[in-house]
């Protein structure tokens, strides 16, 4: 490790102590690869990945402790990753640009919540080998693989998500 790789973590650690992760969440949006920056501050990431900034992750507090990246995982640019709750993607995934993730449902405090409250799937979110297109729901479990088309919807957290007819 160089001089001014050394330099650049060091601030990268003193940025994060000062303003926490949102401040490295603003980082990701720049980045061209956001490899290092979530290994950093503390997600796992396999061997062999390839995630594309900008990058968008909501609910990471107080860091990436909640995202599990498999060996060779690619994820396109502008994709949203929710951490509500641990999400795994595993080997082989590919999430397209554009993709959403989420682990929880919440429509905040509005009127609405007492018709829809605040939904947490427990354990973890997991993407299997698969591809995910543009717009797609929740990453629950499947015990296959699956294809998220566009315009992707889940009717029940714990189905696979499948394509609009």
């Given at each position: 490790m160089g001089v001014r790789a050394t330099l650049h973590g060091a601030w990268l650690s003193a940025l994060y102590r000062r303003r926490g992760i949102a401040a490295i969440n603003r980082r990701l949006l720049l980045a061209g690869?956001?490899?290092e920056l979530l290994v950093r501050f503390g997600a796992s990431v396999?061997?062999?990945c390839v995630l594309h900034g900008p990058?968008?992750?909501h609910n990471a507090n107080p860091d990436y402790r909640n995202l599990s990246i498999g060996d060779n995982v690619h994820?396109?640019?502008l994709v949203l990753l929710d951490l509500a709750?641990?999400?795994v993607l595993e080997d082989d995934a590919t999430v397209s640009m554009g993709t959403t993730i989420l682990t929880h449902a919440d429509v905040g405090d509005r009127?609405?919540?007492d018709i829809y409250p605040r939904t947490v799937e427990p354990g973890s979110a997991r993407?299997?080998?698969c591809w995910s297109a543009?717009?797609?729901g929740s990453a629950q479990s499947s015990p296959q693989a699956r294809l998220s088309g566009s315009r992707c919807r889940t009717e029940r957290p714990w189905e696979a998500c499948r394509p609009n007819r």
């Open positions: 690869r956001c490899e396999g061997q062999g990058l968008v992750v994820v396109g640019p709750e641990r999400l009127p609405l919540a993407t299997r080998p543009a717009t797609s």
